[in-house]
């Protein structure tokens, strides 16, 4: 049917006749508009997830910086034939997630201040040494550098957890420069030596998610295990010295 006339006519109107329609485009106004409220709620999840992101990115930024500290140390002790105390280094950094699991949990507001101030193991760095003396060495060298600054040390090496867990735990802030301001940031340095990141490692594939109700036997061959590896640590670093003078 061709569609000439502009006016529309009854159906029907005029006995016989056939009907004829206007053609009409309004246009498709796609799906019927959400309630005010959801275009809020969309923009307070962009902002949130551009803050996170901008977050993110200066843990990150610590995380690089710290890093090449290690690895300059590293690299340095290596080349002057002092013996490389480094064994591995493994950075990670927490995931979006639970950084904003931990921040309800802790009930603290998503925003740098506040994160840098309570959740202080965003960015992270396992340094793995051959020794314990070289653990504390290690330590020492980084905290010795005048723009890092020392905010916390936990030492389970000294004072052991209750399951045996061993190592030297720092919380060092680092200047990160941005285009515009300098920031610090803080970062969770784990220092241990390779006997103790083996049990850690294996302690948590067997014990993760298992505890607390971990039966008193099995928690005491695990307090044991450690002792062993601290053990080991020490005949190894006994060795170490008679053979090498130091
Ligand atoms: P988090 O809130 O979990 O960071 O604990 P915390 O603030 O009490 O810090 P803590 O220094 O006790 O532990 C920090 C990190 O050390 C953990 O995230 C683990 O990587 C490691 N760690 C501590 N305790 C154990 C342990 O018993 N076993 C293993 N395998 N790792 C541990
Ligand atoms: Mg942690």
Known sequence: MTIEDPEPREPGAGGQQMA?????????????????????????????????????????????????????????????????PIEHVSPRLKTPASIVAKARRIDCPLAFDDLRARIRDIAGIRVVCGFVSDVY???????????????????YIAEPKANGYRSLHLILEIPVFLSDRVVSVPVEVQLRTVAMDFWASLEHKIYYKYDPD??????EELAATAEDAARLDKRMELLHREIHGR
Not at 56 to 66: P, R
Not at 214 to 219: A, G, K
């Open 214 to 219: 971990i039966p008193e036997r099995l928690r």
């Open 137 to 155: 060495r290690v330590a020492d060298m980084l905290t010795r550098q005048p723009d890092l600054n020392l905010v916390q040390t936990k030492d």
């Open 20 to 84: 004829r329609w206007r053609n009409v485009d309004r246009g498709y106004a796609g799906p019927e508009l959400p309630p005010r409220s959801a275009p809020d709620e969309l923009d307070t999840v962009r902002g949130l997830t551009g803050e996170l992101t901008q977050l993110m990115l200066i843990y990150k930024f610590g995380l690089a910086e710290i890093g090449t500290k290690i690895d300059i140390l590293r690299e340095e002790l290596t080349h002057r034939g002092r013996g490389n």
